[in-house]
């Protein structure tokens, strides 16, 4: 892990949705600092009346048809990364993805490595074949 | 936030959904005291076969055509705002969608205010932009 | 609860769900020792490049077509519970479903009893009529 999943508008091409992919997974990679396969995204296409993303009350607009959700879970990381994260993730999906930085929205949710099975149903951090 | 996924069955109108929208975005802003543009909505709809709600023995039955479930990721919220949430969208919802409040069921998630990047790959709550 | 979450490619019958969801919730009742109507399943589907699940280096290939991720929303389980669950829900999956346990992952993701409304705008565990 971590799992993320990635709220985007309905419309995209495949191979814009594949780049979107990629480059978060190098951010993922390069700020936890798990193995390259530590993989796992799941995009979902919404319609624009089905996503409303604001502001808080921050002072901007966001782009509906550009708008981005990003919901990570993952066993817990330190407050360091995780502001790693957002703001390596924010530079990386502009530079590759041509994202404004104010479309991209990210929340992160915590459990821990014992709550995950990567397969066979095992908990492969509590049999140590992974730690 | 919070961020709230609203799991609904297909066939709703547009009309419909924002109606819902709006009403479970009053009820946010009234019980936890958010900003009125702390607004986060994702709905999805999904085919009757694909949605199964049950009552874990409570004795009722819901309408599989008109049943919602809402799940809310946020930081903390004390319990005393988490019932007044339940009570009052629950309310609210038969208010102004006609939703019979058998059919509305809630789950809360939590993660904490610096576990949030609203824009920019900053975390507002960490900065002192929000707070 | 738990509410669980089950993410598959998209071309499954609706038997094949059906059955799928039913050999799921008999492993819940039976781990987690709850009542049998304590039944929270929502299936979504997915194109082969809208889910992504590699292995963290653990040495296999899922099948695309087949992998199946499911994310358990619940309030508080022992260990002992999770991994009798991992290891039960691979075991039925594969025997009800002809899964490979490879292409199985599970997520666990823990809140609070009061944290749940079922109905009604009551928190039925914090009211008493669940618990």
Not at 31 to 46: C, W
Not at 97 to 122: H, V, Y
Request: net charge negative.
């Amino acid at each position: 892990m971590p799992l993320i999943r990635f709220y985007v508008q309905e419309g995209r091409t495949p191979e814009a949705t594949r780049t979107l992919l990629d480059a978060a997974h190098e951010v993922v990679v390069d700020v936890f600092g798990v193995p390259q396969r530590d993989r796992y995204q799941i995009v979902t296409e919404h319609k624009p009346d089905q996503m409303i993303l604001e502001d808080t009350g921050l002072g901007f607009e966001r782009d509906p048809s550009e708008q981005i959700l990003v919901q990570v879970f993952t066993s817990p990381r330190s407050q360091e990364a995780k502001l790693a994260f957002f703001d390596k993730l924010a530079a990386k999906l502009q530079d590759v993805c041509g994202l404004d930085p104010k479309d991209l929205m990210i929340s992160i949710f915590e459990n821990t490595q014992a709550d995950w099975s990567f397969g066979f149903g095992r908990a492969q951090y509590v049999t140590g074949e992974l730690g």
